[in-house]
T-cell receptor
Framework: GAVVSQHPSRVICKSGTSVKIECRSL??????MFWYRQFPKKSLMLMAT?????????EQGVEKDKFLINHASLTLSTLTVTSAHPEDSSFYIC????????????FGQGTRLTVV | LAKTTQPISMDSYEGQEVNITCSHN???????ITWYQQFPSQGPRFIIQ???TKVTNEVASLFIPADRKSSTLSLPRVSLSDTAVYYC??????????????FGQGTTLQVKP
């Protein structure tokens, strides 16, 4: 089946630095990808919709200057957490859909970000 | 998107059948019901989808009554490895939807030996 790969799976960074997370669709082209954030024992919260070749669409309350999204190709979207702070520590997950017979979204493995 | 309501948690024992019910009173005519499973520190994984009546695959069964205001995910003979969070989500399948999913709280299933 279709696979979405996310990298890195785990990253620790210092406060004030920026971190880039990559999301790749390995065997299908994804004009749209999605970025989620998940806190411990909580559900996934949609952050933004990544659109290939155009600006991302952010959900209400998500700072677009803090979470930079680039979707430069049909198989790659990146999320950059800029000037990271400890409160940005979270589990970040991307997804993409290969809309066929099933209404199925494929999720990356997730990235555990810890800001120290 | 229709709002969904699920039990926050459920306990079961190995070998039992587990049924998780989701309420979606305001589901739209062109919405499918999908269920996802999530293990700790992993992304969610698609389990099953349905529109009406019963759907079965190698993992689970999904029952949706005629009024479609609820759905029940049935896991036969669960094992410890089925311990996970299960999410019920409506999905508007058709033109204009690019795969966006809005997650509710989910049901944490704990399978005990």
């Amino acid at each position: 089946g279709a696979v979405v790969s996310q990298h890195p799976s785990r990253v620790i960074c210092k406060s004030g630095t920026s971190v880039k997370i990559e999301c790749r669709s390995l065997d299908f082209q994804a004009t749209t990808m999605f970025w989620y954030r998940q806190f411990p024992k909580k559900s996934l919260m949609l952050m933004a919709t990544s659109n290939e070749g155009s600006k991302a669409t952010y959900e209400q309350g998500v700072e677009k200057d803090k979470f930079l999204i680039n979707h430069a190709s049909l198989t790659l979207s990146t999320l950059t957490v800029t000037s990271a702070h400890p409160e940005d520590s979270s589990f970040y997950i991307c997804s993409a859909s290969n809309l066929g017979e099933r209404a199925e979204a494929f999720f990356g493995q997730g990235t555990r970000l810890t800001v120290v | 998107l229709a709002k969904t309501t699920q039990p926050i948690s459920m306990d079961s024992y190995e070998g039992q059948e587990v049924n998780i019910t989701c309420s979606h009173n305001n589901i739209a005519t062109n919405d499918y019901i999908t269920w996802y499973q999530q293990f700790p520190s992993q992304g969610p994984r698609f389990i099953i989808q349905g529109y009406k009546t019963k759907v079965t695959n190698e993992v689970a069964s999904l029952f949706i009554p005629a009024d479609r205001k609820s759905s029940t995910l049935s896991l036969p003979r669960v094992s410890l490895s089925d311990t996970a969070v299960y999410y019920c989500l409506p999905y508007t399948y058709g033109s204009g939807n690019t795969g966006k999913l809005i997650f509710g709280q989910g049901t944490t299933l704990q399978v005990k030996p």
